[in-house]
């Protein structure tokens, strides 16, 4: 079962749940698809192995070749492409989607794409069980592409059970996590912010018919009811972690919660236990 | 005059970038506006309760909509795509508008010419007015693209306002990341308020989002949200800034005090008190330098 760990609002505690659930199963494939901001990888204590580079097509024009009718340039639905009304174009290539029209429409072959490095792909190993993560090169927008480019990753390691760590938000980063999951859980702190977060993911999520749960974290510090959420989008609280000051130092110290707290140890078991209960 | 325009952004989401951005709200003098470009998962609102003046739709790119009557099922459209987002389900080709960057590559390969180009209500974008000044606020539509292109417009749109009415400050409250919407936050602001916490995840954020910064040329500070909840960590970051000659701003202790007027739709000026006055004396310090 391929399960997604999302949220909407950061902060609310996805990898610390994330990584409770791979520490308390054996080779489950641990993924980090959070491709800005990775940290999967350190509550888990993941030390990195290799790393590959990931590519999308970007355009070019090849002068010889160019016959100058700006073709390229008109079909272009980002604004790339720059022409003058005659002679060669010129590709911004910081706005180039790599998206295959302008070679599509060139009469010449003048169009052209080569590869441009996006982000990576770390690999290793946690407790012996694959660890995957995105990591997205600082200033590029290409979150999408290599969020599925580690999923594809992912399919190459034949694993039954996946966990993969979301970004925050509702948007399409988070649409690709989800397009890849048969299930997701939800991580919700029961505060006004992490309510108002969550339910645009719980609407994603509806839209794409996956089933799904919700896990309470941080009790405590807030204690709004979820019954209206749970009612409104027919789902159920599979766990409730509580709020302690020394779970939120653990995890400052980039320590999972699950190596040092003994209540996240039967939490995350039970949690287990219901996933595999209302998923499967 | 052009404003000044300060953005919150932090990497690491929920390091209290809202929290903060509402207290500086409330104790700036003088005229402000504030924007809220976490357009995804939008909170200013819950602390600064504006009361709505303006709501208008907004329209993203321009997204494939097949006409299915005419479509054979071919899949020359799914074959073209390198968004993934067109794809034959029972014989008739399907846009997943969520996915479709608009390119118009599927209408120039179907055969049949049965592809068009349709725009799309992507979101909302509001004014309304606060306590404290008005407020442009926008939510994307759920599991949506062009989150960068709201916030682009979210951002001119107050600034519009702010020229227009000789307001001098703007306060952005900005989203989580380093990828689309956090760009279209930073492009061209006058000086970014890194918003951090002590945990080594938040640490690892933070530098990828002072790259960003740096490639942007955006000036920037730092603060430390909730220090005290690891005074090791919150060392750490301090040297790093020592090391790096990064500036830093001031650090606001962990309280529950805090997290309680937060979930009671309150601002915690008073409650986090002294520390808060002294951090935002920083950020108009550091921010009249640049």
Known sequence: ?280 | MSPREIVVVSGKGGTGKTTLTACFAALAEGPRIMADADVDAPNLELLLSPRETEKRPFFGMEVAHVDAARCTGCGECERFCRFRAISVRDGKAEVDSGFCEGCGGCLLVCPEACISKEKFQRGVLRRGETDFGSMWYARLTPGGENSGMLVALLRKEAKREAVERGVSLLLVDGPPGVGCPVISSLTGADFAVLVTEPSRSALSDLRRVISLCTMLSVPFGIAVNRWDLSKEMTSAIRAACDEEGWSFLGAVPFSEKTARAVNEGRIPVKEIGDPLRELWRAILEKGREH
């Not at chain 1, 590519?55 to 790339?80: F, I, K, M, T, W």
């Not at chain 1, 069980?129 to 599925?148: C, K, Y």
């Open chain 1, 1 to 280: 079962m391929k399960i997604a760990v999302a949220s909407g609002k950061g902060g609310a505690g996805k990898t610390s749940i994330a990584a409770s659930l791979v520490l308390a199963k054996r080779g489950v494939l641990a993924m980090d698809l959070d491709v800005e901001e990775p940290n999967l990888g350190i509550l888990l204590g993941c030390s990195p192995g290799e790393s590959r580079p990931v590519h999308q097509p970007v355009a070019y024009v090849e002068p010889d070749l160019c016959s100058g009718c700006g073709r390229c340039a008109q079909a272009c639905a980002y604004g790339a492409i720059a022409w003058f009304g005659s002679g060669l174009p010129v590709v911004n290539e910081s706005l180039c989607h790599g998206c295959g029209v302008c070679p599509l429409v060139c009469p010449t072959g003048a169009m052209r794409e080569r590869e441009k490095v996006i982000g990576e792909i770390r690999s290793g190993f946690v407790e012996g069980a694959p660890f995957l993560e995105g990591r997205l090169e600082v200033g590029g927008v290409s979150t999408v592409r290599l969020i599925e480019a580690t999923i594809q990753a992912g399919e190459s390691l034949h694993a039954d059970d996946w966990i993969m760590d979301a970004p925050p938000g509702a948007s399409c980063p988070v649409s690709a996590v989800l397009r890849a999951a048969d299930a997701a859980i939800l991580v919700v702190e029961p505060t006004p912010f992490g309510l108002s977060d969550v339910a645009g993911v719980l609407e994603v999520v509806a839209d794409m018919k996956k089933p799904a749960g919700i896990v309470a974290n941080k009790t405590g510090m807030g204690d709004l009811s979820l019954d209206d959420l749970c009612r409104r989008f027919s789902v159920e609280v599979l766990a409730r972690y509580p709020f302690t000051r020394s779970a939120a130092e653990a995890g400052a110290r980039g320590v999972c919660p699950y190596r040092s707290e003994e209540t996240w140890v039967w939490k995350t078991e039970s949690l287990w236990r219901a996933i595999e209960r209302r998923f499967s």
